[in-house]
């Protein structure tokens, strides 16, 4: 197998074999789940520049207005434990649609400038719905019987975009005495994502939305045929566990740099109102890593290739924690943004080509659902710690958390499981 090839076909004897109707139908359906992902990335590229604001409205502690990661992660975890039952049951499509619903209800509370535990509240719902989106999209792409690598990153390009454009208006929108109306935005974009998942997968399930483009159903697992359910196969998968914990950890660097980064540049480098923009910053970097460096990733191989990323991301990070230079850590923070970037649509890809191919789905569904709730635990740690010391070890956390993802991802396995017996926990 090449370098970057995805196992179960090359695109090559791929497309080939679709209808004009089919093809057009796949490129409708990699375009609403970039949508959904965009969604993803704005939520959560627009906390960051809020937490200051935040704090002077609410009049609350780091360790208290981390309470919003907290429910956030809540909502992320309760939805990935529930993630492949529900699409089960009620189908991909449907799921899809719901999950925007309940976004928009969290956004509603958030909008409504509502007291702080209200306010809260609102991240729950926010996390639970961008569970589904998020492990939806990631699964289904997953799945496709194509070389996925290229729209993996793709797609996970847009969710930078989303997560770079969020800071550019929240900035904006946290100097004004209503800033709280920037969700009126997510509102927005939500509902609109809900309409697009309905007329793209009119609520069919995932086998259903599959034979739409061309692809016939998974071939069923030895385990399956004798009765095992999947929630058995996927979690007594050693590879899926080491995957989820890796993703929880990147995630957690990801959105804790976005979300304290501009708190970091205004009391550690005295950094002006426009400290927001570095947060931008540092997602366009993320964005445009995501795609300037496919060629490498495919050059190298994607297994080798997570190592050098994280490697430069901690020399970066330790050059933002040792020099003293507003101008220079913010161009370094572009830079970790950069080489930060390919590491989440490599692990979804890789995951693809290790994993039995009809728990890929519900496998990256959980993967993608409980990596995700790092988004929620360290920017709450971060918080927590920066209440009793300053908001200085945050850099020194940042780097700790690199450290451990060089170890985690030294145990995942390079090559196809055979079975769910194989490698399991």
């Not at 609102?122 to 019987?145: M, P, Q, T, V």
């Not at 890593?289 to 994607?302: H, M, S, T």
């Not at 920066?386 to 145990?411: C, D, E, H, K, R």
């Amino acid at each position: 197998m090449e370098k970057g090839e995805h196992p179960l076909q090359n695109e090559d004897t791929a497309f080939p074999m679709l209808t004009k109707a089919q093809r057009r139908k796949s490129w409708l359906q990699f375009g609403a789940l970039c949508m959904a992902i965009y969604v993803a990335g704005w939520n959560d590229g627009t906390t960051g520049p809020l937490i200051p604001r935040l704090q002077e409205v609410y009049r609350v502690s780091y360790a208290v207005v981390s309470l919003i990661f907290i429910a956030n992660s809540i909502g992320f975890i309760s939805g990935a434990s529930v993630y492949m039952y529900l699409t089960d049951r009620f189908g991909f499509g449907m799921m899809m649609f719901v999950a925007s619903l309940i976004v928009a209800v969290g956004n509603a509370l958030q909008a409504s400038g509502a007291p702080f535990p209200a306010f809260v509240i609102g991240f729950l719902f926010a996390g639970f719905g961008g569970a589904f989106l998020d492990a939806g999209s990631n699964g289904y792409l997953a799945s496709l019987s194509e070389d996925t690598s290229t729209k993996m990153g793709i797609m996970h390009a847009v969710y930078g975009v989303g997560a770079m454009c969020a800071p550019l208006v929240s900035t904006q929108f946290a100097s004004l005495p209503r800033w709280h109306l920037v969700y009126l935005i997510h509102i927005g974009l939500v509902v609109t994502n809900g309409i697009v998942q309905a007329f793209t997968f009119k609520f069919k399930s995932t086998d259903e939305c599959l034979k739409e483009v061309g692809q016939q159903p998974h071939e069923k697992t030895e385990d399956s045929l004798q009765g095992v359910s999947k929630y058995k196969q996927v979690f007594r998968l050693r590879a899926v566990h080491l995957m989820a914990f890796f993703l929880l950890t990147y995630v957690g660097v990801e959105v804790t740099i976005g979300g304290w980064i501009v708190t970091f540049v205004i009391n550690e480098r005295h950094g002006g109102h426009s400290s927001g923009y570095i947060s931008s910053g540092f997602w366009g970097g993320l964005t445009i890593g995501r795609l300037a460096l496919l060629p490498l990733n495919k050059k190298l191989g994607e297994w080798r290739v997570i190592f050098l990323y994280v490697l430069l991301s901690l020399g970066l990070e330790l050059i933002v924690w040792l020099v003293p230079s507003l101008v220079g850590d913010a161009v370094a923070i572009s830079f970790v943004g950069f080489f930060l970037g390919p590491i989440f649509p490599i692990v979804m890809n890789h995951a693809g080509s290790v994993l039995p191919p009809e728990l890929i789905s519900g496998s990256i569904g959980w993967m993608a659902s409980f990596g995700s709730a790092g988004a929620a635990v360290f920017p709450f740690v971060t918080g927590a710690i920066a209440s009793g010391t300053s908001i200085n070890s945050l850099q020194p956390l940042l780097i700790a958390m690199m450290g451990l993802l060089l170890v985690i991802w030294a145990f995942v396995p390079r090559h196809r499981i055979k079975s769910t017996w194989d490698h399991s926990v």
